[in-house]
């Protein structure tokens, strides 16, 4: 079935645009007007969004962890270290308290906001089969972790084992397999190179979390502060099993998507850039646990904005996301930065998950985002401000042409 959806606006790569419709099946067919593409497409179905309405790319948020969907207030936001403790403290009751009715309820906030694909980084594959049922497409990021050498292999094992289910999933399910590495001080390099490598062999979308808090810096380039008492703590050890380069190294040779990077320098942020890989940017989450700000404007490379999970948010709506992002970067005029964060969670979050959606253009997945204005923007130029500001959910949202609200 052929679909014809006329908007006020629509964002494509040359901008906003007026007086044009798109016809769709699952994929995008055409962009004309409404009268060419009635007569090419005579049977097909007309859909006319209401009065100020623009037509986005379904929207992209490349990093989650729904297995914490159960945190209101059990962990401690403020600075890194004390809030790294409450998860070691309160992850299993968490966790255990997380069910799929739980992560359901926030798959739905994600799609109300307009999201149509994310990534779901899975400590413990708990949240597969809500992944599986969702109308979006989920990128599975199946998450490594383990620096004790004496575990590591028992780990990687049961980490080799959530891959293999994952890769085992119906192609319907729209899910892609994908591999997470925690963190540079987190796991031990023998089981990262080979976790690596497997990401290789099978082209999968590979992902870790990297310079979030100036503990994780100290810890790397001089094994001291605040998380030398962790691991003494947790793991009788008080040597990192790492450095800064080390675990860059390890993805020279295949992009990666490195979440936060708020404490990497310019040189670091440069190799990243160089190497051909790209950040994922979490405003919030950077700004709870007191992490600092991403100096997004200096950025030479590619990046997403994402909620993270709520074990270090309020919400998974990408809208509230942008809002914060909005107040955070205040050294960026406020036209433009809006323009980027659509940019962010479209077509460079698209590029990044390697999902063929992210732009409305013809051959792309046919995933879109209607965001209703409350009125007729007075200038073109505000378009995406006047989104960002207004749109607490979005009203319609399509995945692979189908209309899913
Ligand atoms: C580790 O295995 O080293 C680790 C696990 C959880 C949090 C931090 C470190
Ligand atoms: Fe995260």
Same mark, same amino acid.
């Given at each position: 079935?052929?679909?014809?959806?006329?908007?006020?606006?629509?964002?494509?790569?040359?901008?906003?645009?007026?007086?044009?419709?798109?016809?769709?099946?699952?994929?995008?067919?055409?962009?004309?007007?409404?009268?060419?593409?009635?007569?090419?497409?005579?049977?097909?179905?007309?859909?006319?969004?209401?009065?100020?309405?623009?037509?986005?790319?379904?929207?992209?948020?490349?990093?989650?962890?729904?297995?914490?969907?159960?945190?209101?207030?059990?962990?401690?936001?403020?600075?890194?270290?004390?809030?790294?403790?409450?998860?070691?403290?309160?992850?299993?009751?968490?966790?255990?308290?997380?069910?799929?009715?739980?992560?359901?309820?926030?798959?739905?906030?994600?799609?109300?906001?307009?999201?149509?694909?994310?990534?779901?980084?899975?400590?413990?594959?708990?949240?597969?089969?809500?992944?599986?049922?969702?109308?979006?497409?989920?990128?599975?990021?199946?998450?490594?972790?383990?620096?004790?050498?004496?575990?590591?292999?028992?780990?990687?094992?049961?980490?080799?084992?959530?891959?293999?289910?994952?890769?085992?999933?119906?192609?319907?399910?729209?899910?892609?397999?994908?591999?997470?590495?925690?963190?540079?001080?987190?796991?031990?390099?023998?089981?990262?190179?080979?976790?690596?490598?497997?990401?290789?062999?099978?082209?999968?979308? &590979?992902?870790?979390?990297?310079?979030?808090?100036? /503990? %994780?810096?100290?810890?790397?380039?001089? !094994? @001291?502060? =605040?998380?030398?008492?962790?691991?003494?703590?947790?793991?009788?050890?008080?040597?990192?099993?790492?450095?800064?380069?080390?675990?860059?190294?390890?993805?020279?040779?295949?992009?990666?998507?490195?979440?936060?990077?708020?404490?990497?320098?310019?040189?670091?942020?440069?190799?990243?850039?160089?190497?051909?890989?790209?950040?994922?940017?979490?405003?919030?989450?950077?700004?709870?646990?007191?992490?600092?700000?991403?100096?997004?404007?200096?950025?030479?490379?590619?990046?997403?904005?994402?909620?993270?999970?709520?074990?270090?948010?309020?919400?998974?709506?990408?809208?509230?996301?942008?809002?914060?992002?909005?107040?955070?970067?205040?050294?960026?005029?406020?036209?433009?930065?809006?323009?980027? &964060?659509?940019?962010?969670?479209?077509?460079?979050? /698209? %590029?990044?998950?390697?999902?063929?959606? !992210? @732009?409305? =253009?013809?051959?792309?997945?046919?995933?879109?985002?209607?965001?209703?204005?409350?009125?007729?923007?007075?200038?073109?130029?505000?378009?995406?401000?006047?989104?960002?500001?207004?749109?607490?959910?979005?009203?319609?949202?399509?995945?692979?042409?189908?209309?899913?609200?």
């Amino acid at each position: 079935m052929t679909h014809i959806i006329i908007a006020d606006y629509i964002y494509t790569p040359e901008g906003f645009q007026e007086n044009l419709a798109v016809a769709f099946t699952h994929i995008i067919k055409e962009i004309d007007t409404l009268d060419i593409l009635k007569a090419k497409y005579p049977h097909a179905n007309i859909i006319q969004t209401a009065e100020h309405c623009v037509l986005y790319p379904g929207f992209i948020n490349t990093h989650v962890h729904l297995e914490f969907s159960a945190n209101k207030t059990a962990l401690k936001y403020g600075s890194f270290m004390p809030w790294l403790d409450s998860v070691i403290e309160h992850r299993e009751a968490l966790v255990g308290k997380c069910d799929n009715e739980i992560m359901r309820r926030e798959c739905d906030t994600m799609l109300r906001s307009g999201i149509t694909t994310f990534g779901a980084i899975s400590s413990f594959g708990n949240e597969l089969e809500v992944c599986e049922e969702t109308p979006q497409r989920v990128v599975f990021f199946n998450e490594l972790i383990g620096s004790n050498a004496q575990y590591a292999d028992m780990l990687y094992g049961d980490f080799m084992e959530r891959v293999k289910v994952s890769m085992s999933c119906q192609k319907s399910s729209r899910i892609t397999p994908a591999i997470a590495i925690h963190s540079p001080y987190s796991v031990h390099p023998i089981i990262l190179q080979k976790a690596v490598n497997v990401a290789k062999e099978h082209t999968l979308p &590979l992902c870790t979390h990297f310079l979030e808090s100036q /503990a %994780e810096r100290e810890w790397l380039e001089h !094994g @001291k502060g =605040e998380l030398k008492g962790f691991f003494e703590k947790y793991f009788k050890t008080s040597t990192p099993v790492t450095n800064i380069q080390e675990f860059m190294y390890a993805f020279d040779r295949y992009p990666t998507h490195f979440t936060h990077c708020v404490q990497a320098n310019k040189a670091e942020l440069e190799y990243l850039a160089q190497k051909g890989h790209s950040i994922a940017h979490c405003p919030r989450s950077n700004r709870y646990l007191g992490c600092g700000r991403l100096a997004i404007e200096t950025l030479s490379l590619p990046y997403s904005v994402a909620t993270d999970g709520l074990s270090s948010n309020d919400s998974l709506n990408i809208f509230d996301e942008l809002r914060a992002a909005l107040m955070l970067h205040h050294q960026v005029p406020i036209e433009k930065l809006a323009n980027t &964060l659509i940019n962010a969670i479209t077509t460079n979050a /698209a %590029e990044i998950l390697g999902i063929n959606s !992210g @732009k409305i =253009e013809v051959g792309k997945l046919a995933d879109f985002a209607v965001v209703t204005l409350p009125e007729m923007p007075k200038r073109k130029e505000e378009i995406a401000l006047w989104s960002i500001l207004h749109t607490k959910e979005v009203s319609e949202v399509y995945i692979g042409g189908e209309k899913y609200i």
